[in-house]
């Protein structure tokens, strides 16, 4: 036989057994001799959820090794958001996850006022609790839907999709764009509700739980579904602990982990609600932990409605850090100067770091901020439940079908804008 | 379940490694505990499994770069945000390292959790973590020049496109038509 | 679309040019490539979905191969890392094929003016269409494929013939 040799630059297999080489030490040995197979899945791969690219090792169809690679999304927020002004960053940080912008937004604005020590008002708590369960429940629906078509039940995603656009269209009338609102602002959030909000938001609250029973129709004891998600992609409690796994994730595993209630901030403390907890950590129990947080969530939303004075400040009222209303503009010099001083310049932070973690749909989100003394961030860190979750997907695909690994990345949830930031 | 008594993480850690700690800040409720970069892996390690502390949940790894006058030990600091499930409370150990060739030791043999957390700051700042068992660039392409969240990697933007300035952009944008 | 002569009755005779029916079987049934980058591609969902019916343009089915699809909508920021396998994708099409520049990222590079954001799709390969937006509502996407539709209208066969020859050579 004419085989050549790998001397042979001609030889296209020269240049893969070069690749072989970096990958020694990450796959096992038998994948050097051609025992078992490489495959590349993705970065443009229908059910990766975005531009994740996994280099898998197969036993024929088992899955032995896992690399993921990621950075194909990588955005340099983080340093983008070194170069502007505390307030402006604030649209930056919607693009990051953006099927949950509204957390983003939190989490960052709570990191600038833990850092300048500024007091939001209780009212505009109860408004970003609201804002912030919309946003879970408008995560948790394009989740259900996506992973639903990863595993071939079609229809659930229209239906999803039916519910999220009522959702769209309040954050359409809350902040002007539907998806990357930017509402949130360093010591509240924007501008108050609007009149027509409040009453459109508890018409769908009315309804919603009986779409979420529409889909649990079509999933919670269809035999197809369970068979292939039931014994899924499980991960022990500790495992999951011991690699930064957090959320629905977490909770799918049995640990009742949930910061909204083991350390509440924005005044979660003054809701009464569930946290939902699995007992397998496989993938079905994730799925079943993130359709009671829907629940849930709409449980929180009709308390924080009640709760919600029909008056009040929505915005901090410290002029060193909040422009003033318009309103004040045509009669107080002070006004004047507060907004030009703002809007030019900004406010100043000093050289100090912290560090602030809220529950987003996907688990932990962390933002670790450190100021310079200046208008500017020094550094900005994201710690992004999306990074860890694909950061432990060797761990939950080890031993499973290639088939399964799909349902697999689905039920993590991940979102690769959120993973590369 | 009988839960231990909660300890002061400051003066435990200080009781039991009093050369490891270096200085301990207070700021907004976050308490660091600056410690030697040498200790670093005997702190995670007294801090996960003390009955009391028992650390063990790794929220996040940050690294800053405090360039180019810092009036900090070190020009780079990484933070290690430590979360305790069980006392639910938070605590963040920072080491600060030198200029030159700035690494210290992985923690991944104590939360397996900073193994890409610490690939993406080896990627992004140039910080070696000595031990870590897969430290190529994580966000980066592999041919990447240089490490994009140190202060002095320029953003690298493109400038604004005027009529005087437009045949040069233009040229970046070969299949750019009217 | 031709005229339909009314006085041939039920032959259903139809008279046309060889382009116009050509543009219009590739404008009637026109097949996405199943590709998403970003924030865009979850609008790009949304277009999809029920509520604005993406089919009511004959746009229902991606293919998830290349080789299959027709339009590539780089939905979202383009990344350096990225640029080279949307390079790849595009030349793995089989022409005739159209781009279009979802939002402000793909067509601009949009508030990334970075270190890491290709300025915009053009950069590595040609556009069709620019859509504005960050990200662009359904209806504006919409509008972007229905231009796109216009512009393959003016199109002639002769046009895509060049290509193909220059590719044999």
């Known amino acids: ?421 | 379940m009988i839960i231990p008594q909660a300890l002061d993480p400051v003066t435990a850690l200080k009781q039991a490694m009093p050369d490891a700690v270096e200085d301990v800040r207070e700021y907004g409720g976050d308490i660091t505990i600056v410690v030697k970069p040498d200790h670093l892996q005997a702190v995670s390690q007294y801090l996960r499994d003390t009955s009391g502390l028992v650390y063990n949940f790794l929220s996040d790894v940050s690294a800053v770069d405090y360039y180019p006058d810092y009036n900090r030990p070190g020009r780079f600091g990484v933070s290690y945000h430590i979360l305790s499930l069980l006392y639910k409370r938070r605590l963040r150990v920072k080491v600060y390292l030198p200029e030159e060739a700035p690494s210290v030791a992985t923690v991944t043999t104590i939360w397996p959790g900073a193994n890409w957390l610490e690939r993406e700051i080896a990627d992004m700042m140039g910080i070696d973590f000595v031990g870590h068992p897969d430290l190529r660039r994580l966000l980066m392409p592999d041919d990447w020049q240089g490490h994009p969240h140190r202060r002095d990697y320029p953003l690298g933007y493109e400038t604004v496109m005027f009529s005087f300035n437009a045949d040069e952009i233009m040229k970046h944008k070969p299949h750019a038509t009217d | 679309m031709g005229i339909i002569s009314s006085k041939l009755g039920n032959l259903g005779v139809v008279t046309t040019t060889l382009d116009q029916a050509i543009n219009w079987g590739r404008t009637g049934a026109m097949w996405p490539l199943l590709f998403g980058l970003a924030c865009c591609a979850i609008e790009y969902m949304s277009t999809q979905a029920s509520n604005y019916d993406l089919s009511r343009f004959g746009m229902e089915l991606n293919r998830a191969s290349p080789r299959q699809a027709d339009l590539l909508i780089v939905s979202g920021r383009l990344t350096r890392k990225m640029a080279p396998v949307v390079r790849q994708l595009y030349d793995q099409m089989a022409a005739p094929k159209w781009v279009i520049a979802m939002g402000d990222c793909a067509s601009c590079g949009g508030v990334y003016n970075n270190y890491a954001i290709v300025q915009g799709a053009d950069e590595i390969i040609p556009v069709d269409v620019y859509v504005a937006g960050c990200p662009p509502r359904p209806e504006q996407l919409l509008h972007g494929i229905l231009t796109l539709h216009e512009k393959i209208k003016g199109e002639s066969i002769r046009d895509w013939a060049a290509p193909v020859e220059t590719i044999r050579v």
């Open chain 1, 1 to 421: 036989m004419a085989l050549q040799t790998a001397a042979n630059t001609n030889d296209p297999m020269a240049e893969w057994a070069g690749s072989l080489e970096q990958l020694k030490g990450l796959v096992t040995e038998r994948a050097l001799t051609g025992e078992t197979m490489l495959l590349n899945m993705g970065p443009h791969h229908p059910s990766t959820h975005g531009v994740l690219r996994l280099l898998l090792e197969l036993d024929g169809e088992e899955v032995i090794t896992c690399l993921p690679d990621i950075g194909f999304l990588h955005t340099g927020i983080e340093k983008n958001i070194e170069s502007k002004s505390y307030e402006k960053a604030v649209p930056l940080t919607d693009r990051m996850d953006y099927l949950a912008p509204m957390s983003n937004n939190t989490a960052y604005c709570l990191a600038v006022e833990k850092l300048v020590g500024l007091q939001v008002p209780e009212r505009a708590q109860i408004m970003r609790v609201i804002c912030l369960e919309m946003t879970r429940l408008n995560s948790h629906l394009v989740w259900l839907g996506t992973h639903a078509i990863d595993l071939g039940a079609m229809s659930v995603f229209l239906y999803c999709f039916r519910e999220r656009e009522e959702l769209l269209k309040m954050f359409e009338m809350l902040s002007g764009q539907r998806m990357m609102g930017s509402y949130m602002r360093p010591g509240g959030v924007w501008r108050d509700f609007p009149p027509e909000f409040l009453p459109m938001l508890e018409n769908f609250l009315g309804y919603f739980p009986s779409r979420v029973d529409d889909y649990e129709a079509l999933l919670t004891k269809n035999p197809i579904w369970m068979d292939r998600t039931q014994g899924v992609g499980v991960i022990e409690p500790e495992k999951a602990m011991a690699w930064g796994v957090s959320g629905p994730s977490l909770r799918g595993s049995g640990v009742a982990w949930d910061l909204r209630k083991s350390m509440p901030y924005s005044g979660y403390d003054m809701f009464d609600f569930n946290v939902p907890v699995g007992e397998h950590g496989d993938v079905y129990d994730r799925f079943m932990v993130r359709i009671r947080e829907m629940r849930e969530s709409v449980k929180i939303m009709q308390q924080a409605i009640k709760r919600l004075p029909a008056k009040g400040p929505f915005r901090s009222d410290n002029r060193k850090f909040v422009p003033p209303p318009r309103a004040e503009l045509g009669q107080s010099m002070e006004a004047v100067i507060h907004h030009f001083k703002l809007w030019t310049e900004g406010f100043a932070a000093p050289d100090e770091e912290v560090f602030v973690a809220i529950e987003s749909p996907r688990g932990e989100l962390g933002c670790y901020l450190h100021g310079t003394g200046g208008n500017k961030p020094r550094r900005v860190h994201f710690k992004t439940p999306s990074f860890m979750h694909i950061s432990s997907l060797p761990v939950m695909t080890h031993g499973h079908l290639i088939a399964d690994l799909v349902a697999i990345v689905g039920s993590v949830d991940v979102v690769l804008g959120d993973c590369d930031r």
